[in-house]
């Protein structure tokens, strides 16, 4: 059996050769953690080093200037532009590139071959000559209209994206442009490759973040159709705690099961409550200054020094809704835990953490509405750990479900979206129930 | 639905009458409306059975197609309703006015406003426009020269309720659960005579009761487009039936007294609906006019005079599908003008910010400390920045750094500088920037007082410029590449299913 870094470098090698040969383009699926940005990089020098101006566009500024500092580290050499909003506060990290120009105008960075920036910024570039190379990150994030306005920039295109996560979003209720080719409320990809149906999508084979224990669940439920499997094996990421808990209750047991299993599902009894249900809030500010208090260290067969634990960059916690965030972060403010991270499903996509846990988007509601049901959101929240994930619900979710098959309307000509919400959901939860704590 | 629109309908359920959820009315109503009420046949897609349409409440219109099945009458039907409306649109291209802003242009000086029932009479709009925008006057089926361009017009009215500035179609029931909350749930508030029952109930009877009688059908017959079932079996059927052999077996007097009798049916069906639907449209006139409607309405009266224009100069029709570009530009549009409207509401109306406070985007509260002379030195110039510092028991989600608005003084800034928390109040440090005048000291009363009630929100009602997408003939080749010029042919009315 091929090793799992040697499955990713064929992969790797398969699409950087593809490109020479594109006639438009290629897109390239990747799942939660398998080396997206490293291959945008990879591919970025590849271009360059043939000679072929490259423009990067990238959803946040925050993703753009992680990927000018790993392409200004991996081409020292390389003269790289910067193309930054007036808004932009320059990011010490792609500053202190002695070769990363920096500028609000495309015309100072003319001599920069490759030249990154955000999708919104490169949307307000006019009349430039089409570059003969783009790519486009996140693009499953990227929404259809926008890469209507970038896109006569550029011949041939690179789109990289995970196509498990959030759907692009828009705060505009209609079925006006439902089963249109071009509607402008798809993602970037689902519409190029509707009217490109010949152009060839690659997978990335291999997650280096998700561990042994979560790769094959999400892969199953989230990724039918083109598994992945993690980099390491069973066992291989491992969390211990550094101090015994006095006497036993179902916060310790629940942290145990996580830590042996890499999951657990903390159960609240059955109630329907409002959005921000202060029980299930408790609980997770509860789940999370536990893990600090019991001072969780994370082993790593590819980190040569064991996890320190640090509660701000390596334990999350995530929701669904802005406001149950807000009081849960307002708990732990009041506990003397500023430092965990706390946001919406939204705003975690693209980020890692050792251990997350996470407030059910079904906990506690009567019914199981589109937003709740969606498949992204539930992908998104539960592959943010490299170790252990930990979900909080009130009891009765698979009950919910079951009263609540999904009832969407459906439209001519509009592609069926796999999986389902439903059917993702289920399966997790399926999964989830073998490592059920009922809280005390 | 917020929790602020929960309790609002609890208390409804609670005291049996319907609850204020705005103090002011956040839509245009025109004082000359077009009610149109509209019915359609159970079982055929979209088929007009009747409308009863009209500005004047003494003398409304009926208009009855007597076989709905034949499309001929059909689209006489469509002739007659285009008589009412293109004479109702064309009263409102007379009067101009300046524009005003920067292009001087002329624009009407008022635009046309139909009203229907409910978001059906919507929707049966615009597949009616749909349905006659493309026919023409000549070569197979033609139909009357009147009735392409009634389909126009229908078609312009429906594409403009998709925008929630935009007054120019109402639906009463939309209209007027914006403003009251009732004591049922929101599909139940889309029966108008219910709706009216709990807002306007008879003296002597609660808005629960009003609303519970309301739901008898033979007391008030559904409002549109479908017809009542037991009405459709029991007298509808009947009559066309008649309508239909009296015609087939010579006409003359016989196919009169069958269609009088039609006509004298469907009349008591619809009868009902237009008293309701002008009591509706006093209701709304009775609250005071928000104060952004205005400008919202100028922005209905410019679209108006464009689509006028454009008819006049003999462009083509909407086109039955939008292209990659236009459908872009469209929701591009829509996004801004819905966050615009959202904002401007919250500042016309403090019930409407309540909900803003609620969930932490807004507060209000008293200025506790001001120093209103404050220059800011530190910088190249010289520069005004007041500060005041606001009290307040809301909850208080704006972090150090974040920019609010006040609807007292929206063209002013307030940058956030510290937040800080004491015995359950928060203390909001503010630097102000602009709205005030031009020299080193403000202008009087640009600056908040000590002891003056204020309300920050962390969104404005500040014009944003709309994004450039490329030409539609320059559509790139990820979007499927320019789309074909557009020819009109006889083949246009045909529908994929049809």
Known sequence: MTSAAELAEQATATILGGLAGARRGLVVDSPPGAGKSTLVVRAAARLTDAGEPVMVVAQTNEQVDDLTDRLAAERPRLAIGRLAGIEYTPAQRVVRHQHVTLSTRLADLAGCPVVLSTAHKWATVRGAPAWPWAIVDEAYQMRSDLLLRVAGLFDRALFVGDPGQLDPFSAVQTERWAGLSWDPMQSAVAVLLRHNPDMPVYTLPVSWRLPASAAPVVSEAFYPFTGFRSATGPGERRVAFSTSPFGRNALDVTLETAASSGWALYELPARHTVRTDGEAVAACAALAARIVQRGAVTHSPERAVAGVPDAGTRIAVGTAHRDQAQAIRAVLRAGGLPGVTVDTANRLQGREFDIVVVLHPLSGRRDATAFHLEAGRLCVLTTRHRHACIVVARAGVPELLDAHPSTEPVHLNVPVKFPDGWAANQSLLAHLSQYKVRAA | MSTLTSLARAMAAASGTAQPACTVRHVHLSPRPLVFIPLALAGEANAPLAALVGDDPGAPNLLVVPEPRDRDLRFAFAADLAAVVLRYTASYCADQEPTGGRDPGLRYADAPQLLVPNPGGIAFTRLLGRSTRFRRAEGPYAVAESVPVLGRWLTFFADRTESPASSLMLAATDALSAHWATGQSPAEDRNLAVLLGWIDPPPGMSGAQAAALAEDPLRSPPTGPATDPTFD?????????????????????????????????????????????????????????????????????????????????????????????????????????????????????????????????????????????????????????????????????????????????????????????????????????????????????????????????AFGDGYQPPPAFPASEDTPWTHGGPPPRYVPADEDAREDWS
């Open chain 2, 233 to 457: 079996n029991e007298v509808l059927d009947q009559r066309i039936l008649a309508v239909r052999t009296a015609r087939l077996t010579g006409g003359g007097r016989a196919y009169q007294r069958a269609e009088a009798a039609l006509t004298d049916a469907l009349a008591t069906q619809l009868t009902p609906t237009w008293t309701l639907m002008w009591r509706a449209a006093e209701l709304l006139r009775g609250l005071p006019e928000a104060a952004h409607v205005r400008r919202r309405w100028d922005a209905d009266k410019d679209a108006f005079t464009w689509h006028a224009g454009h008819i006049r100069e003999g462009g083509p029709p909407q086109p039955r599908r939008d292209g990659a570009v236009s459908a872009a530009g469209r929701l591009a549009n829509t996004e801004r003008v819905q966050e615009m409207v959202a904002a401007q509401r919250a500042f016309d109306d403090p019930l409407v910010m309540a909900e803003y406070r609620m969930t932490g985007e807004a507060f209000a509260g008293r200025v506790a400390a001001a120093e209103p002379d404050r220059v800011d030195a530190t910088g190249r110039r010289r520069v005004l920045r007041p500060r005041v510092t606001v009290e307040t028991g809301d909850a208080v989600l704006a972090e150090p750094g974040a920019t609010l608005t006040s609807p007292a003084r929206p063209s002013q800034k307030a940058r956030v500088i510290a937040v800080t928390e004491a015995n359950g109040r928060t203390r909001v440090l503010l630097e102000l920037q602009g709205g005030m005048g031009r020299a080193l000291t403000p202008e009087p009363g640009s600056v908040p007082a000590i002891g003056e009630p204020v309300c920050y929100a």
